[in-house]
């Protein structure tokens, strides 16, 4: 078995062959022979690469023996997640996908047993899989491997991660494999096929590409769920780079693609969707879902402008709730190109936006069988990716919604249903009423009823509909009409209301959609919104870049808001913010605990950390029977009105363990034994260890000016962990142990029995503050032995050169990252945004917003 701390480098990575000199001269030999020649060359080439043969001749006989369809309709019945009753995950893929690195992922988040079908082999019959059909032969393999599968499958069939590689494709072993799918999560890993074949050193030769393509057309007949694998390259400058870049300095960030920053996140996040785990976190102010969110929205994007290029999917977080994705149904998407296409289009919103996915399949003619059969494996192909919501259509009959309902997993239902114009308006029919109860009935999370209108007045009948369905139903609808003539029903629609990217063209989806700003101006014009002030509070604070970037973002989302300054050196001036107009404020030093007498109300966080950064207005919402105050509710947000009391919330700890695990690598993946250096331990120190406990570091070690305080900090948190696992447990002995040590001297040796650290957090500032001397910290040696590498948290924004970003800087080589502290300030603040509003932060808005001023505000690499 393999250790779970392999390097990951070698199966994910885009890496040239291993005799790229020998397979260039093949090549050229290639090219320059007959088409037979080629054909029987190629053949060759792929014998001479043992494993390919294997999956060659594993292909053939499985296609010989079963007719193989291009349909995912034909797949295994959805499978058990693994988080339920400790299912075990099998990992399938062509040879060169990555099964290796993402079964080390999967392992390591989910804390399963990690068993590789191959080393399983060598453990117990002391020979390599090319070894074995070396000595005796493929069909003595080929027995071998099912016996073996089929031992695996039995002993192995909870909490477990199960790698199948070319066995998979063996007639009997994917027998055994999809009766697992019964009762298992059975992933496949896709990946371009020109990729696969660079990095197995085969041919550009159709034939090679034909014989990888129907290995993975067998991969998605046997499997369930599929994963499709971006390089690593293909992603979005890490933040931290491009603001060094715009500050015109060497970057403190190391950016080898085998780092597989983006490509764990993908995977984690696929992971968390399939197991509703928290293996990590999207959302961790605990916001409601999209269609419980008032007045949310949903930005709608086509299959067809993304596969053409039309679309620039570098910025979707814009402030949409969501993403809907749509895909035309039509026979040609049959084709098992066309399902790549698909999966490949999903992973990059997924990649690039942290929005919820709704993955819709538009059928315009849905009267003939055909047109029924590509619908229903279009959405079944949906269903494998793992989208967040999925759209079905209730024009079906209530047999042919239920086949499709009785695979959706963990993914929630849209049903969907689409009315053309007609004499009189729908919305006063009693039928609707009676579909939207089969919609309930049938078992629906979210109900949508779109109207072709020929008369504005419609409008004010679906409005009508809508407040007759919440006043009897707690189903979200969404309900609007279509029309130019007819786009009020829009703006007044509470649930996931659609809008258009402003870059795409109009098209017959999108022609009556408005873009997010249109709709946001139309929601103030229409004094559902009014405009707030915020502010940021502290005692010095005249170089803070919080109002450039607050007021960068209201601008992109159309609020009519407004962020200021607002310095003091009396805590008693906070009062005077406090009006009927007062949205929220961000607190800075000094006052970040001492305001904690003056609030109402606490987060669980602040609560632990004893410390604030940012104050919400309560405001009362009444409904039928109750006065809520929930600080969180949006129903809060971007209103005026009285102020009943004021609620406190840290968004810093959100930025430092976002950030962490950001740029935390593969090879440094949070374990039990991992550990952290926090340096500081003020308000900032004691956020940091409470996000390095959160994220699962229990071994931490404090160093602080003032000894003593260190102390306080490190045994305040010990007491902390002990007693709220203890309340989440009910077993104090089952606990992980927490180790919080204290350092007094720079010079002092590292802990024994302590791994070396692979976080460092700086919460010092490198600037003057009062009478205190900048600190020049740097890592000592001693405490930087860490064989991985590992993440430098820098928080000293003020000064942009520090001695940590240079010794950051000078590391790099040894996989030590270093993130721009720009980077923290705009995670805390993209946070705060979102606590304030109540909508998705515009991150690239807020970031442009900061460096449009940066350097305008003279803040030198001295301090100055």
């Known amino acids: 078995m393999r250790n779970n701390r392999v390097d990951m480098t070698d199966s994910l990575a885009v890496s040239a062959p291993s005799s790229p000199n020998s397979v260039a001269n093949k090549r050229r030999r290639l090219n320059a022979s007959s088409p037979d020649r080629e054909t029987s060359v190629a053949r060759r080439l792929l014998d001479e690469t043992q494993e390919t043969a294997i999956q060659r001749h594993s292909v053939d006989r499985a296609l010989r023996s079963s007719s193989l369809s ?51 082999l060598v453990e117990h019959y002391g020979l390599k899989r090319s070894q074995y059909v070396k000595e005796r032969g493929l069909n003595a393999y080929r027995r071998l491997s099912s016996k073996a599968l089929e031992n695996i ?31 298992h999560p059975v992933v496949m890993i896709n990946r371009d096929l020109t990729i696969v074949r660079d990095y197995l050193g085969l041919p550009d030769t159709a034939e090679v590409l034909h014989i990888l393509g129907r290995s993975r057309q067998l991969c998605r007949r046997i499997s369930t769920h599929e994963f499709y694998n971006l390089p690593e390259s293909e992603a979005t400058e890490p933040l931290s780079v491009e603001l060094c870049r715009n500050l015109k300095r060497p970057s403190v ?93 999903l992973q990059m919103i997924r990649r690039r936006s942290n929005a919820p996915i709704v993955y819709s399949v538009n059928c ?3 009267t003939s069988q055909l047109t029924i059969d590509d619908y229903n494996d279009s959405v079944t192909h949906g269903l494998r990716l793992v989208p967040d919501f999925i759209t079905i259509d209730l024009g079906r009959t209530d047999r042919q919604v239920h ?107 999108t022609s009556s959609l408005l873009t997010l700003q249109q709709l946001m101006k139309a929601r103030s014009s229409s004094f559902i919104y009014q405009p707030l002030h915020f502010h940021i509070f502290g005692a010095s604070i005249d170089y803070s870049l919080s109002p450039m970037m607050h007021n ?26 406090v009006d009927d107009s007062f949205g929220g404020a961000s607190i800075s030093l000094p006052y970040k605990s001492e305001i904690l007498p003056l609030l109402d109300s606490l987060s669980e966080a602040a609560k632990a950390i004893q410390a604030i950064n940012t104050v919400m207005p309560l405001r009362a919402v009444q409904d039928e029977k109750n006065v809520h105050t929930d600080p969180l509710c949006r129903s809060y947000k971007n209103r005026a009105g009285p102020v009943i009391g004021l609620h406190g919330e840290n968004t810093d700890w959100i930025a430092l363990y976002t950030c962490v695990l950001r740029y935390l690598s593969a090879a440094n993946t949070v374990q039990s034994t991992s550990s952290a250096l926090v340096i500081g331990a003020g308000g900032m120190g004691r956020a940091s260890v409470y996000a390095l406990l959160q994220m699962g570091v229990t071994n931490i070690v404090i160093w602080n000016r ?30 992980p142990r927490c180790r919080i040590e204290v350092v007094e001297q ?4 590292w802990p024994q029995q302590l791994a070396q650290p692979t976080i460092v957090i700086c919460t010092v500032p490198a600037h003057q503050t009062g009478d205190a001397p900048p600190l020049q910290f740097e890592i000592p040696e001693q405490w930087f032995q860490s064989r991985t590498g590992g993440v430098i948290i820098e928080l000293s924004y003020k000064s942009a050169w520090t001695p940590l970003l240079q010794q950051a800087h000078d590391h790099a080589h040894k996989g030590w990252i270093c993130v721009e502290p720009l980077e923290i300030l705009i995670e805390q603040g993209r946070a705060q945004f979102e606590l304030f509003t109540g909508y998705p932060a515009p991150q690239r808005a807020m970031k442009d917003g900061i460096m449009d001023n940066y350097v305008a505000m003279h803040i030198t690499p001295d301090g100055g």
């Open 746 to 749: 720079l010079d002092s040796p």
């Open 364 to 366: 315009e003619d849905s």
């Open 253 to 345: 960030i190391h950016r080898p693609h085998q780092l597989l920053q983006n490509v764990k996140q993908d995977f984690l996040r696929f992971l968390n969707l399939l197991a509703k785990t928290t293996l990590r976190a999207d959302s961790l102010l605990c916001s409601l879902p999209p269609p419980e969110r008032e007045f949310s929205s949903m930005s709608v994007l086509q299959l067809d402008d993304i596969v053409s290029g039309q679309l620039n999917l570098a910025n979707l977080d814009c402030g949409t709730d969501a993403i809907e994705l749509v895909v035309r149904c039509c026979p040609s998407q049959r084709r098992s190109c066309d399902w790549d296409r698909i999966s490949r289009s």
């Open 403 to 509: 086949h499709l309902m009785n695979s959706v997993g963990r993914t929630k239902v849209i049903g969907h249903r689409s009315y053309s114009s007609q004499r009189s308006s729908p919305w006063k029919n009693s039928d609707l009423h009676k579909e939207f109860d089969r919609a309930v009935a049938l078992g629906c999370h979210v109900v949508r009823f779109v109207c072709q209108a020929v008369s504005a007045l419609e409008d004010r009948d679906c409005v009508l509909f809508q407040a007759a369905i919440a006043s009897r139903s707690k189903v979200p609808l969404i309900a609007y009409n279509t029309g130019i003539q007819s786009r009020s029903s829009m703006v007044l629609n509470p649930c996931l209301t659609p809008v258009r990217r402003s870059e795409i063209p109009d098209s017959s989806l």
């Open 70 to 120: 291009n349909s995912p309709s034909r797949q295994p019945s959805r499978a058990t997640s693994p988080s339920e009753q400790n299912a075990s995950l099998v990992l399938v893929g062509t040879k060169g996908s990555g099964l290796s690195s993402f079964a080390v992922i999967a392992a390591t988040a989910l804390r399963f047993r990690l068993i590789d079908t191959e080393s399983w």
């Open 552 to 577: 960068a973002a209201f601008r992109v989302l159309a609020l009519d808001h407004t962020y200021a300054i607002k310095q003091s050196r009396h805590l008693r001036d906070f009062s005077d913010l």
């Open 153 to 183: 499958l039995r002993q192995h069939a909870e909490r477990c991660v199960l790698v199948c590689g070319p066995e998979a494709l063996e007639p009997h072993c994917q027998t055994l494999i999809r009766a697992f799918a019964r009762t």
């Open 706 to 735: 003032t000894h003593s305080k260190a102390v306080q900090v490190a045994e305040y948190f010990t007491n902390w962990h002990t007693e709220s696992r203890s309340r989440l447990t009910n077993q104090t002995n089952a606990m």
